[in-house]
């Protein structure tokens, strides 16, 4: 399944991020879809950043890698 730019809802798009947590940084990201189905990753990157964009970057890198883990090669 390939969902495409045009089936997200931007608007809707969130993420959290605990910076409290003695190593590491821990991310939830939830990426709405227009249909009202969402998808909610939890990641927990290296703590040793602490430029916003690269800790973003890491995280959604890290989510990439577990969803490919996941699911079947198309």
Known sequence: MTIKNEQLNFS???YKIDM?????Y??????????????TIH???????????????QSIERAIEILRAWLPEE
């Open 12 to 14: 809707e798009y969130a």
């Open 20 to 24: 409290a947590g003695g190593a590491g």
């Open 26 to 39: 821990v991310i939830d990201r939830r990426f709405p879809l227009k249909n009202g189905e969402s998808v």
């Open 43 to 57: 990641v927990e990157i290296d703590g040793k950043e602490s430029d916003l964009e690269k800790i973003n970057v």
